[in-house]
């Protein structure tokens, strides 16, 4: 059963902390993306990798995120430095080029 | 600027009253018209694609619909276990980019 897997699914951190959020997409799919989730804005699109390419990053904070994929079974978003305003759920999705994706299941991070 | 709206936010309904969901889209080269299921604390869950205009498609209670402007998820005799936030989504037709709208909040009462 094929499915999108993510690390950790908990994480409590304080302020000022780097985080570290890891995606498994699955396999044989070549598009992965990193989404927000909040009560107050919904599902926002943060990163978007197409063959490991990112190929847009608008909706990211330039300045304390970094999304990378180091190889096509890892796909990883970074907080540098972590502020309270990024408690939220971050998804990871993979899919191919018809559009569909794959959710996973979540990491909810609490910055204190 | 491409925008996905649903309505409404929150909808309550007792179980076996039938009623349906609202999406209206304003997005540039329509390529598809998705619908999700999300249940708490879990990623959304793939229910439908549509493509074009007159397009339905059904699984067990729920059928979706499709016109120009706007998308139905039809629900027929809900049950408790149809209880979710149902999302739906456009896809952009510049390139493989999900606009989602905040989805309705379904409560299916006994």
């Known amino acids: 059963d094929a499915r999108v897997t993510q690390t950790p699914r908990d994480k409590v951190t304080e302020m000022g902390q780097e985080v570290t959020m890891r995606c498994q997409p699955i396999?044989?799919?070549?598009?992965v993306f990193w989404y927000r989730q909040t009560m107050m804005q919904g599902l926002e699109l943060l990163a978007y990798f197409r063959n490991r390419a990112p190929l847009d990053d608008s909706g990211m904070p330039k300045d304390r995120f970094s999304a990378e994929m180091p190889d096509a079974t890892l796909a990883t978003l970074k907080i540098q430095p972590s502020e309270p305003r990024d408690s939220a759920v971050y998804f990871c999705?993979?899919?191919?080029?018809?559009?569909?994706?794959?959710f996973g299941p979540g990491t909810r991070l609490t910055v204190l | 600027e491409d925008q996905v709206t649903q309505s409404p936010e929150a909808l309550r309904l007792q179980e076996g009253e039938s009623s349906s969901l609202n999406c209206s889209y304003t997005v540039s080269g329509l390529r598809g018209l998705f619908w999700y299921r999300q249940d708490p604390g879990k990623g959304p869950e793939f229910l439908f694609t549509l493509y074009s205009a007159g397009e339905e498609k059904e699984k067990e209670r729920l059928k979706a619909t499709l016109t120009k402007k706007e998308s139905f998820l039809h629900i027929t005799a809900p049950k408790p276990e149809d209880s979710a936030t149902y999302l739906c989504a456009g896809l952009s037709g510049g390139y493989n980019k999900l606009i989602f709208g905040a989805g309705t909040r379904l409560a299916v009462h006994p």
């Open positions: 999705a993979s899919g191919l080029d018809q559009g569909l994706q794959f």
């Open positions: 396999l044989g799919h070549n598009t």
